[in-house]
């Protein structure tokens, strides 16, 4: 079992950058597929990117070329770098641990999940 606590969310201006940390204890990350979603008031939870457990990395429409996972397995850590940040890219951000290899996208393919962290886009 692993635990998540997410990091690194805030208030930031359209255009401007953030980067979420998601923090790892108990287990390795390495022995995880480690995906981001994110949730909007009134709106479904929506995938945002992950990261594979055998490598690679894949993201939602939306955020790509924008949006960049990385992995640091020394510190146990996954990251979401955030640029060019748009007003719709405000929700609650959430990592969460995967035993499935590839990259998944359906948050029912993900067993942990950490509590979130707010990101808020201003015009």
């Known amino acids: 079992q692993v635990q998540l606590v997410e990091s690194g969310g805030g208030l930031v201006q359209a255009g401007g950058s953030l980067r979420l940390a998601c923090a790892a204890s108990?287990?390795?990350?390495?022995?995880?597929?480690m995906g981001w979603f994110r949730q909007a008031p009134g709106k479904e939870r929506e995938f945002v990117a992950v990261s594979g457990r055998g490598g690679g990395a894949t993201y939602e429409d939306s955020v790509r070329g924008r949006f960049a996972i990385s992995r640091d397995n020394a510190r146990n850590t996954v990251y979401l770098q955030m640029n060019s940040l748009k007003v719709d890219d405000t929700a609650v951000y959430s990592c969460?641990?995967?035993?499935?290899?590839?990259?998944?996208?359906?948050?029912?393919?993900?067993?942990?999940w950490g509590q979130g962290t707010q990101v808020t886009v201003s015009s």
């Open positions: 969460a641990a995967s035993y499935e290899m590839g990259w998944p996208s359906q948050d029912d393919k993900y067993a942990f």
């Open positions: 108990g287990r390795t990350l390495g022995s995880y597929s």
